[in-house]
């Protein structure tokens, strides 16, 4: 301790503090400073508490807050003559035309929002927006309308949003508004959001196609096919005979974007114009295929004519009997490209060695346990390539790494590394039971399986946890082995530690290793509509390492110190 | 069993916040439904319903009343006092807050980080105080601290940068959006903007820099860095700041300033000593300079008095 550095601060303190020991006053200064980052001249105040006697320093009175507001939560609470009312509602669509109001032409939206958006029977009316809220009624968003009124006609409830009206996004919704104008727009533009659109675009695939009714009653003919432009390709599904081909330019005008899972596709109907279109400038159709290939990273279940390129990891036949007795193969292993890895299945019999290149085309994209998974049925669908696409990818170690915030607002992915702090390690981490009927390993609640009822269970280890980046957040779920691995004690170890010493202890060693701490994790994401969840296939604690992540938040944004 | 349903819906991530932006808050932003998530909306429009905050224990208290036991801890960081409750009705941290106090009635001194919900008071007048449920907690060492004070310094300068982009922008979701601030900004940028009135976000880049230099080691005071005084913008809101500036517009005296901080911020309880101290150093007077002149005034002048140790209130209205 270096004598008489805090001298000036101790006098103060025993200013205050006549009975305090000057050297144990300089001791805590020393702490204060060297412990705490805080400089002596800060911590004043807060060592003169110390030396003082402990004596209430009563704080005022907190509770929640009592904002009194007008607001409904159902529209059933609404009588027709009702204005200046508040409401959270989900919003199931918004459409809109231009109208003439006053002789000016204006904007109109209109479309149905749902109340009671968060939980329970909802129920839908209509509205209309008239104070151009487009931007912040997008479909499937859920929004408070503030001083919104009730329009009743023919004995008929619906809500007018206006001018003066507030809507606040409490949930993002997704897409675009939809402008009703012929004037074209992109591919990428038109597949964010489910609205009319005009497109123009390069035809890249068109083939008949038939859909058969569910109910037996017949099929009907369609075509679907693909189009494309500089900005990306997108699906169609026409309704009715179509004359174009491969390669042909077209204008697509009022088509309308629909999304089939989360892949968008457009439709061509009875009020879609298509006519041939002509600019020499387009790209061709070979310049957008080679733009549209895919990678694994951008898989999204229910995408149809995947174009892309993988190296097999592995690859293994299966056989299996069919329910009408029928014996039959299918091929499947793990691929990847250096954006991340991903299951590859086969209907059709095709040999793949471990370790070559090839490229797959008109592939489809099934979601399999949350993660999207490429499907092919014919053997032509598969190519082997003589050279690599891209450099060598060592398998045992291919981790993509990810921002977390990328991995929570993107699709479901697999071979991903990432990196949060933990916020929480919940009270159900630990020995659990699962259940041990055939197929299932359900996790038991008070010794009940959620499918078959109660039944012995079998007793596993698993840790449950939040990982968190300040924007956003995942739960964590690490499964038997990673988290023998991340503990250092085998699940009998552990099982017989807790037999003996009791549950406290253990979760309070859980919360100790973890908990505040920052981890790197590498495994899959899945995204679903109850949020984001990261399934570890392996979980380290971050070294604690302040000087580089500060020197790296001011490299960021440039601060002068 | 819905509390274990092993995946939260829509879970609100843990805001990085210092204690002195969080605690300029008044806008408080409560959905209608019974289970809707609230807010308090800071002026850099970071929207909380959640944070992550640490800092030294500074005070420490155990309260009776008839919903149960309660616990309020105060935590400093670099930029102020974080307030934290353990209320009745999270008995498991019981356990934990218990040996917390009992380690703080011995003297001892440490670091905690806490994860806590926003929780806010408004008074009849408008005044809002605020403080944080705490939801985990725990004793952190000093380089997991200095590790928050880092990552806690990059939130604060992102959402800086988004205010001021805010400032120029066009005032929607889709001008901010256009104006490229962050998606999960946008809507807590618009609501402050429509609350509170324009500040010179210099006054949070001060609470940066030293969290930043606390977290490489380096242990300085960053005190009167702008020798012209900053007109306006009070750190206690609410009740307009009509004395700071006097009518000509020039600067008024140190112990004006003072006295009317105490003024404007005084709603019952008095000001804390760390609030006059940040106020006087927003408007270009040293720490030390500021320390002489609350002395003077309290010792010789009398015009204001500490009637709990480090609360200010005036003695002459």
Known sequence: MSDGKYDTEVKLVLQEVSNADPAEVAKEFERYENEFLIPPRDALRSVVRKFMEPGSDADKTVSQPAIVAKKVSRFSELGSNDRNVSIEVLVSSYNSRLQQVRGEERQIGFGFIEDSPWEGERTKWEYKDWGNKAQDLLPNSIVRLEGVSVNEWNGKKSININQTSRVSVLKEGSGTPSVPTSEPITIEQASKGESTVTVVARVLSVKPDQIIRRDGSGSIDVVRGRVGDQTGSIGFLSWKALEVKEGDLVKIENAQVKRFRETPEINIGDYTKIEPYHDRAFPTKDDIQQESKSTIMNLRDGMRDVEIELQVVDWTVRSFTTKDGESREVRSGEVQDPSGRCRLTSWAKVDLIPGSFIKIQNARVQAWQGSPDLVTDGPDQIEVLEKAPFGPIDSSNHWVTEDLDVLTSGGSRRGISTSGRIVSVRSDSGIILRCTKEGCRRVLRDGMCGEHGEVEGSEDLRLMMVIDSGVSNASLLVSREPAESVIGESFQEITERIRTSGREPFMSELKERFLGHRVTVNGRSINDDRGCMIQAESLVVSETIPVEIAESVIERWGVVL | ?317
């Open chain 2, 1 to 317: 069993m819905t509390f274990s349903n092993p995946i939260r819906v829509g879970r609100q991530s843990a805001i990085r916040v210092f204690a002195h932006e969080y605690r300029d808050a008044t806008l408080p932003e409560q959905g209608s439904g019974e289970y809707d998530p609230g807010f308090m909306v800071t002026r850099l429009g970071a929207k909380i319903n959640r944070a992550l905050i640490a800092g030294t224990i500074d005070s420490s208290e155990r309260r009776e009343s008839e919903s149960g036991q309660s616990f309020r801890f105060n935590l400093i960081d670099v930029t102020g006092t974080h307030r934290v409750e353990v209320s009745p009705f999270n008995p498991e941290l019981h356990p934990e807050a218990e040996e917390i106090h009992a380690r703080f009635e011995r003297g001892d001194r440490f670091i905690m980080m806490v994860v806590g919900k926003q929780r806010s008071f408004t008074t009849e007048d408008g005044g809002v105080f605020t403080s944080y449920n705490a939801q985990e907690m725990r004793e952190i060492n000093s380089q997991i601290y200095a590790e928050w004070l880092a990552e806690t310094a990059d939130a604060t300068l992102r959402r800086i940068d988004a205010y001021e982009k805010a400032l120029t922008a066009e005032q929607s979701m889709a001008g901010f959006r256009g104006a490229g601030i962050p998606e999960d900004l946008v809507d807590g940028m618009l609501l402050s903007r429509a609350h509170y009135p324009d500040f010179e976000s210099e006054v949070y880049m001060l609470d940066v820099l030293q969290a930043l230099n606390a977290a490489l080691g380096r242990s300085v005071e960053i005190v009167n860095r702008s020798p012209e005084p900053v007109p306006s913008n009070p750190v206690v809101e609410e009740k307009p700041p009509q004395n700071i500036v006097s009518e000509n517009g020039s600067a008024m005296s140190l112990d004006d300033l003072i006295i009317s901080t105490i003024a404007a911020g005084d709603r019952g309880e008095g000001v804390d000593y760390d609030a006059i101290i940040r106020e006087c150093s927003v408007h270009g007077h040293s720490r030390q300079d500021a320390e002489d002149a609350i002395d003077s005034l309290r010792a010789v002048g009398g015009r204001i008095s500490e009637h709990k140790f480090g609360w200010f209130r005036l003695t002459e209205v």
